[in-house]
Every structure is written in C-alpha cells, then in structure tokens.
C-alpha cells in the first residue's frame, strides 16, 4: 500500500487549523523529523510544531524538546534551565519517561540518589541531596565539577557579584562598603567608629 505523504501533510495542517495540538504533534513527527518521503528532513520545523504543541499542552513534544536541550542535540545548545522546565511539564501531565529523566537529571552527584533538591550555587545545574553528599563531593579529589565549576568563588562574571567601585565619604578609600576598612566609619561619614 502506498501511502501519500503530501496528502497526510494537507489533512495534518486543516486540523492545525481547526486548533488540533495533536496534529501540531504529528506534523512534527510524521512529516518532518522523519522526511518521510513528501517533504525533507528538516528538525526546524519539526521543532517548531513540537515548540506550539508543548506550549498547548503536549507532553510528548515538552518530553523531547526538554531532551533536546539536556543532551545538546538537533541544533539545541545545551541548557539545564530550559531542559528542567520542559521536563517538569512534561512530567506535570504524567509522562513516565519525562519523570524518569528528571529524576536522572537531578541525582545527586555524590550517592545518586534520584530529585535531590539541593543544587550547587556556582553553575545551578549539579545536585546534591543535603550538605553532607555536597561536602564529600567537593572534598573528592578526582572531582571534575570542582575543578570546572569552582562553585560561587568562580561563578561566571554574568553571575558573579560586582565590586563596589564608590568612594569612601569620609576617607576618599575606593571600593568602600558600610564600615570602611581605613576609616571605620559607620552611617555618619563625619562620625569616626573607634
């Protein structure tokens, strides 16, 4: 039996248009991630119908773009933040495979234990159950996430706490804070803390 392509493709875009997330699924499975004959590969697109379909509620098109974005694949840039919020809505509408997943996503990186709720504070992607499997991570020699992390003290500069470029008032000192280090002065500039 020869099946026409072209012909699903017409019938999967009316009921788009009649507002049907199923068929926003479909024309993303069928038609283009599989280039099934009728029109090429092309994930774009494939994504995209996926993209509106999560938005509508489709726990399958949430499941794989969040996987996209875990795994940095079909021209996704990896991104932890992105793959959590797909997953969860994914997971949210009772998709088995997107609780796994998550759960896998968010072991702890020191007893594996599954949806640890602690993260680390430098990179917001490494999770750990409490602050003892923490502890015993970071004091791990042969840990690769301390030495390519380095937790808060080398966040990344968009993360990272600016440093105060004011002047003391009273002083003049540069990077001054409440009580100046040379001044030791304390709300009042004219009022020197002894």
Known sequence: MDQDYQAAAELYHEAIECGS????WSMGCVVYNKGEGVLEENLTTAYSYWQRAAALGHAQAARNIGY?????VDGHEKSFKLAKKYMKASAAQGDDIAVADLKVMTACAQCDTGSAPGVCAGCKQVHYCNKACQLQH??????????RCGGASNASPATAKEK????????????????????RYEGDPRRKVR
């Open 21 to 24: 997330v199923e068929a926003l």
């Open 164 to 183: 105060s470029d004011r002047e003391c008032a009273s002083c003049g000192a540069h990077n001054a804070r409440m009580n100046c280090s040379d001044c």
């Open 138 to 147: 970071w004091q791990d020699a042969s840990n690769p996430h301390m030495a």
């Open 68 to 72: 996209a974005y875990w795994k940095g």
